[in-house]
């Protein structure tokens, strides 16, 4: 399968003189951290003040992944990193997770026992990375572990509750061992461009071991009570930007009709079947399949999005 995959993924970004002499000078690594960072300016320091504030497991390498910005993330991101060697800021020109995710995985991090995952909006409690560390390494029969959000609010005590009694992935905070990367690289499995729910997608692929047409097994996922993130809340964040709702919004519905489109797709044809850039699957004939939920806040937000997934899409 990996050869297959190779000739469908090829490399997309080549890395810079400074990358390739970092990942030479590390063959191996215990653990690497990866924060994703478009826009953050505003947030980004206290992000790596949480990390130095929760006594990190050591040695521990960091990436820095600012992706897309039109703000000042980087220089804030270089100033907060100028005496703190073990975190190095990565400059990506095209925005988006997925393509972040890719170069993160594939190009940047060195091998590792343990590979964890930040938003560079999230902040870290003390020992969240070594509770998903220890909970990796006490069941080698996992593919990834998640943080739970902190009880701020009601909302956040429901996603709780909820993960903890069927594990999915957090994308604001979570880790994969280093066999499960191992073979998502010699595999060369790539998320799409344009895929917005990341998470959504590696912890499908977590559940499914890499196979989508096998079992779907929420065991292999498992949950950290002792690892946990905070964040602005989508209300909290809109009291200063009105609009932002108005775009998270539009966001999570694009995302649920990306995530059945993909699942489907993988769920019948493999792995072989994932496409280059998500928009590949924008379709007439998929898209006329896809009906606005029924609760009325999600339909406006669903015919939004269909119809800008319309004006995307192919003519097929």
Partial sequence: MGNQLSSLFPERRLMSTATRNTLSSICHTPRVLGIFAHNESSRISRCIDSLIRSQLPEPMSCFV?????????????????????????????????????????????????????????????????????????????????????????????????????SPGLAGNLYALPGHFVARIRSSNVRLPDGCIGDDSMVGALACWNLDPTSDWNTDRIGACREAEFAYDTILATSVHDPLFYYRRRIRYSIRHFQNRLLGEVLARDGLGAMPRAIQQLYTRAALDGLRPRSTPTDALFDRIALHRMRLEGVAT
């Avoid at 902040?123 to 959000?149: C, D, K």
């Fill in 65 to 165: 992944l600012v992706n897309g910005c039109t703000d000042d993330t980087v220089a804030v991101a270089r100033h907060k990193a100028r005496h703190l060697p073990w975190i190095k800021v990565e400059e990506i020109g095209r925005g988006g997770k997925s393509n972040a995710w890719n170069v993160y995985i594939h190009e940047l991090a060195p091998a590792a026992d343990t590979y964890f995952f930040l938003d560079g909006d999230c902040t870290v409690s003390p020992r969240a990375l070594q509770g998903l560390e220890q909970t990796l390494q006490s069941n080698s029969g996992l593919n990834a572990v998640t943080a739970l959000p902190k009880r701020l609010v009601s909302s956040a005590g429901v996603l709780r509750r909820a993960m903890l009694t």
